[in-house]
């Protein structure tokens, strides 16, 4: 890559280890040599090289959406590039490429030998403000053009579900000031909102709630949940959960709308879904990208109906669209 010039080539540059880890990860395992003898579907080839096949299937649909891999049906085989240069013979350079993963840990130690055991320049933020205030940075654009696509009218009541730093949140009560907007979100991340809200002069204008939206009381009844990049970090038995009780704290005629990065129903493309998908496999338990179809799937087990979509933009964010169906009775899921 030349000189950089754009955003896009520089968040390109930040993702890279994305791409460097998965294709390290299918050098470590085996996976291109295991593909050599012939196709294979996921589960086998996870008994090939001792891994989970769920997990192992996620990373795969991975190197199939940057063309190391082909996938067809269940059957995955080796691209032309990974079939030359990524398996045994006299072009290969699985060695010098796993040299390349060796050195990974003296990279991420690089800022530490270039300090050269100095002081810090003051004190580090922590992960979870660095990842709070990143989502801020990602969403402020895109905040302004969901609250326009999503009015709110007179009196109706919104909850950001699991809200971070509430940039979503303010756009709407902002922008329609007679709606009620509260943010729900864990007390660590809700302290960090504040912080937020306040810098920004604020503070009296979003409604803050702190709990464990898997367990704790939603409030409501709402008229519009909101549900922005949340689902990814858990897996679908757990989005159904989660789903059922913001169905269970809104208004009979409610409406709820989930934003997510949105996998094409192959599972292997766009290549940013694709990858977020890796990442949840190491970041999280159970968290994976979804396509569409399942996240209607879940909208409908929850108990939603007319479920709709809206065609994803160029790095695959989309937003799938419901309107609250019959409450069950009993306790919240």
């Avoid at 891999?69 to 060695?95: F, H, I, M, V, W």
């Avoid at 009196?155 to 943010?183: H, I, M, N, Q, S």
């Avoid at 960090?192 to 604020?202: H, N, V, Y």
Wanted: aromatic residues 8%.
């Amino acid at each position: 890559m030349g000189s950089m010039k754009r955003l896009e080539e520089l968040m390109e540059v930040a993702h890279g280890y994305q791409r460097s880890m998965a294709l390290f990860t299918g050098l470590r395992l085996g996976v291109f040599s295991a593909l050599a003898s012939g196709p294979s579907d996921a589960s086998r080839l996870a008994r090939t090289v001792s891994a989970d096949p769920r997990r192992l299937s996620i990373l795969l649909n991975a190197l199939v959406a940057v063309g190391l891999l082909k996938r067809d049906g269940a059957q995955y085989e080796n691209g032309k590039l990974a079939a030359r240069y990524l398996t045994d013979g006299p072009l290969s350079k699985r060695s010098i490429l796993l040299h390349h993963r060796n050195c990974w840990p003296e990279w991420t130690d690089l800022e530490r030998k270039i300090r050269a055991g100095r002081k810090r320049a003051g004190p580090e933020k922590n992960w979870q403000e660095n990842f709070i205030r990143g989502m801020e940075d990602n969403s402020r654009e895109r905040a302004a053009q969901v609250a326009r696509e999503f009015p709110l009218r007179e009196g109706e009541r919104l909850l950001d579900l699991g809200g971070g730093p509430g940039t979503y949140a303010l756009e709407w009560a902002v922008r329609y000031p007679g709606a009620k907007v509260t943010l729900f979100d864990l007390p660590e991340t809700v302290r960090i909102a504040r912080r937020i809200l306040s810098e920004k002069g604020r503070s009296g204008e979003v409604e803050i709630a702190a709990g464990d939206f898997l367990k704790d009381p939603l409030g409501g009844p709402y008229d519009f949940v909101w549900i922005s990049q949340i689902l990814h970090a858990f897996s679908e038995r757990e989005c159904i959960r989660i789903l059922r009780r913001a169905r269970q704290a809104m208004a009979p005629k409610g409406r709820v709308a989930v934003q997510e990065f949105l996998l094409d129903e192959g599972k292997t493309s766009p290549p940013g879904p694709a990858f977020f998908s890796v990442h949840m496999v190491a970041a999280t338990e159970g968290g994976r990208s979804y396509t569409e179809g399942e996240i209607a799937v879940m909208l409908s087990t929850a108990g939603f109906r007319k479920v709709s979509a809206r065609r994803p933009d160029p790095a695959g964010v989309g937003i799938v669209t419901a309107q609250a169906g019959k409450k069950e009775t009993g306790r919240p899921g």
